[in-house]
């Protein structure tokens, strides 16, 4: 047994985008605002559409957020 749980990397916490049971919901609010933002930053804003969902603007952020180097 993992003797420091909340560190452990290897759990499933963070699944792929493409396996989320809402990832076909429209995307948050939170999720455009920050679309946005970054899309702004990154200057393309192509990357940024209304009508992505959940999964879709979850990924479009994670490729931004590597572009800028934020990660």
């Known amino acids: 047994m993992n003797k420091k749980p909340k560190t452990d990397t290897s759990s ?3 699944k792929d985008p493409d396996d989320w049971v809402s990832g076909d919901e ?3 609010g939170a999720q455009r605002s920050y679309l946005k933002t970054l899309s ?3 200057h393309l804003p192509d990357a940024y559409a209304e009508a992505l ?4 603007a979850s990924k ?3 490729r931004l ?3 800028l ?3």
């Not at 969902?53 to 879709?56: D, G, R, V």
């Open 53 to 56: 969902t959940k999964a879709e």
């Open 26 to 28: 429209p995307m948050t």
């Open 60 to 62: 479009r952020i994670d």
């Open 69 to 71: 180097d934020l990660e």
């Open 40 to 42: 702004e930053q990154a």
């Open 12 to 14: 499933n916490t963070e």
């Open 65 to 67: 957020k590597q572009k």
